[in-house]
């Protein structure tokens, strides 16, 4: 049974969804993230895995802690946006959470090499996303 994430097309995966998260003990306030793999899970069913695209799940995420957002584009190029509801650094990962059309989500972002995880929650179903951010692709250009 192939699954999509049909009304939860959350802006998470983004977020999401840090390939060079800087290896200061700052914490990013902003990223941008790709989601390179998909896994969809249904109530006593088996798991299915595939690219995000195959599961309606966003290809990039971009979030910004400041402005509590973040915002996805999915491989047919739409865009949704999301709020993050909280977000704090514990055991050097960013952690993000929030609600797309009343479903849960929450992101894990390692502050040191980027990786990310990734769960969205609907009603007997869930998924799990992972993937790499970015915050140096939004810096600008040494001059």
């Known amino acids: 049974m192939r699954r999509t994430l049909r009304t939860c097309q959350s802006a998470a995966v983004v977020a999401v969804a840090t390939?060079?998260?800087?290896?200061?003990?700052?914490?990013?306030?902003?990223?941008?993230?790709?989601?390179?793999?998909?896994?969809?899970?249904?109530?006593?069913?088996?798991c299915e895995r595939a690219l995000p695209a195959g599961m309606n799940l966003p290809a990039l995420m971009r979030f910004d802690v400041a402005k509590g957002l973040i915002e996805s584009r999915h491989q047919t190029g739409e865009v949704r946006t999301s709020k993050i509801a909280s977000s704090s650094v514990e055991g050097g990962?960013?952690?993000?959470?929030?609600?797309?059309?009343?479903?849960p989500w929450a992101m894990r972002v390692n502050t040191t090499n980027g990786e990310f995880t990734l769960s969205i929650l609907r009603e007997r179903e869930g998924y799990l996303g992972f993937g790499v951010c970015s915050t140096k692709i939004l810096e600008a250009p040494k001059q």
């Open 19 to 46: 390939l060079a998260l800087t290896a200061s003990a700052e914490t990013p306030n902003e990223g941008i993230c790709v989601t390179q793999q998909a896994v969809a899970c249904g109530a006593f069913e088996t």
């Open 93 to 103: 990962a960013l952690l993000l959470q929030g609600l797309d059309e009343h479903h």
